[in-house]
DNA sequence: AACTAAAGTGTAATCGTTTTCAATTTAAAT
DNA sequence: ATTTAAATTGAAAACGATTACACTTTAGTT
């Protein structure tokens, strides 16, 4: 069933059912009649057609890094739900942390017409710095603050630096469990928010026992161990990310010491294992499915050509302090 | 950069890079000077261009009801993992739990020329058969057995009927918070299994004090609740998932109760949460990952038209019971 | 009534490939 | 040296849409 069956059986020309479709001058008794007969025989353009003649193809783009990681599917669930509503297609790549593929996938995506990408949690490179400038087709990139690229991020600093304070009204010898320096927003960003706080209630920053672990919770579990032995002053622990939180409860609880009596704790994300472990983990909430939505608009508009090329956009998200038992 | 353009520099025809490419007889010289020049000028044959010409897409679509869930991002990962590895994309529709949606995605996928599709975690309705049955692209469905449909899936009965059996070990009232009944696999046949170790046991499964819930923490604290209140006996309770199960141990605690000494409980799905509640969960570890890579392998031999269309092909996964500190 | 602008319409070119078909070249067999 | 079969080749016709262009109709002015 194509185009050309309609318009025979509709009596008009393939043109006619065409601005049917697209608009374009079409008197309504040929409108009428295009439509009955689309109606009838349950008549959709052919999609792959419209792409080769258009060079647009309904379709965007998104690269992330892992699905089974709770932030990233939630984000992924923000983006299929706004997609959905401008009526476009999401086309998966899954990088598995590896920077090669998220490289080619950029370029795969760009040559095989995506109207637009987005690119999720990564850190950058020179690599991927020039593969961002030669893209000819809008990205936006979540998570993270690239200069130069339009992204939509978490306020990592500033919601370190409340959660520190929040610690620090009942705490005074804080460790530090963070994510590996090399992720700016994971990383760096919420290790700053951390000293800031720090400096702020006159505690030399350079006194923070810091670790860098790997967003896992045995990771989390191992950091905390070596922490237990070799400072035993510890009073409160705050941790980039709520999985690592997890893990350095359980080492906390094997050392037989209590929480939040012994010792404070608090983590990232708001999962949901936040709520069933005991005691139940203080932590930042973050909108990843607002991140998600947010991703998509922007690339809408991008894509619009709305965006004055001059101007980069940049959206800062909110997040709010979750208080529970831990501290 | 078109395969004209390509051809020219080369000095042969379109066809001859054509058959470059897709193979086809060629003599070594223009194999060589073609390559050069292909390689020369970065060429990549224009992807939508060959869908519309052959019919194949190179596509796959993936239909999940949604992605913020631990099962279906796993299952989904083993997908993104396989169908990586033949070359082929994922398009993804999120159906968000709507009936109408699914059938919605599959017709659309078949009309944009999809190679193939993959249906996860849904159940059977009259309407969604007949489309099932109209559609002329292979289908393959995961976690569900529907008959006359290729699809992979666990083996829920028999994993309840192992767990159930663990528990009876110890444990003599035992009440069962099950997922909807509607959904076949986690609903029906995962209490079917419970009823069967039951009668085993010597035990009339009418006397089995089963709820029905939602899949939720909540639901799984709420039932927990009314448990409590109106089964005072109760020594063991079976959950037809982790979540529920998580949820009820909140509510058990709250009613000052000890896990395991008072009351035993179960989960089914091995979550990252299960490790970090006091105490862990014991749990049905089901293979999630490996159930998306074996709908990829599934499907990609129908696609192929390897398999007879007589021999409809399901796939049964297996299981382990994970012993932890609930039971 | 005559003229003009706007709206409606169809033909045919085009997007970038694959593939059929017939023509040509090469190699093998007599 | 012929004949026959096999391998190479390119021209041109698809695939299913959109759209520029030119033509016809309609409506609006004077």
Not at 88 to 111: A, F
Not at 129 to 137: A, H, N, V
Not at 277 to 300: D, E, H, I, R
């Amino acid at each position: 069933m194509t185009i050309k069956d309609i318009a025979k059986m509709a009596g008009v020309s393939v043109a006619a059912v065409s601005r049917y479709f697209n608009g374009g001058s079409l008197s309504d008794e040929k409108r009428e009649i295009i439509q009955k007969i689309v109606e009838e025989n349950n008549y959709v353009p052919n999609a792959m057609a419209q792409t080769m003649r258009t060079g647009k193809s309904g379709n965007i783009g998104v690269i992330v890094p892992r699905l089974d990681s709770e932030s990233f599917a939630q984000i992924m669930a923000g983006i299929a739900d706004e997609v959905e509503k401008i009526n476009y297609t999401v086309i998966l790549g899954v990088t598995d942390n590896k920077k090669e593929k998220e490289i080619y996938y950029i370029e795969q995506m760009e040559k095989s017409k995506m109207d637009g990408i987005i690119l999720m949690g990564t850190y950058m490179t020179p690599h991927l710095k020039t593969t961002l400038e030669k893209c000819s087709i809008p990205i936006v990139v979540t998570g993270q603050h690239f200069k130069g690229v339009p992204s939509v991020f978490y306020d990592d600093k500033s919601a370190m630096y409340d959660i520190t304070k929040l610690m620090l009204k009942s705490r005074k010898h804080i460790a530090f469990i963070g994510a590996p320096s090399i992720d700016r927003a994971a990383g760096k960003m919420r290790k700053e928010g951390v000293e800031k706080a720090l400096e702020e209630a006159g505690i030399d920053k350079k006194s923070l026992i810091a670790y860098e672990s790997d967003f896992t919770i045995d990771g989390g579990y191992e950091t905390m161990k070596k922490i237990l032995k070799s400072h035993k002053k510890v009073d409160g622990v705050i941790c980039a990310t709520d999985r690592m939180a997890h893990g350095a409860m359980l080492a906390i609880r094997e050392a037989g010491k209590n929480i939040p009596d012994d010792i404070s704790i608090t983590g990232v994300g708001d999962s949901w294992g936040d709520k069933i472990s005991s005691p139940q983990l203080t932590t930042v909430q973050l909108y990843y499915k607002k991140c998600g939505q947010t991703a998509v608009n922007l690339l809408w508009g991008l894509m619009k050509g709305e965006s004055d090329s001059h101007l980069i956009s940049k959206v800062m998200l909110g997040y709010s302090i979750i208080e529970r038992g831990s501290v």
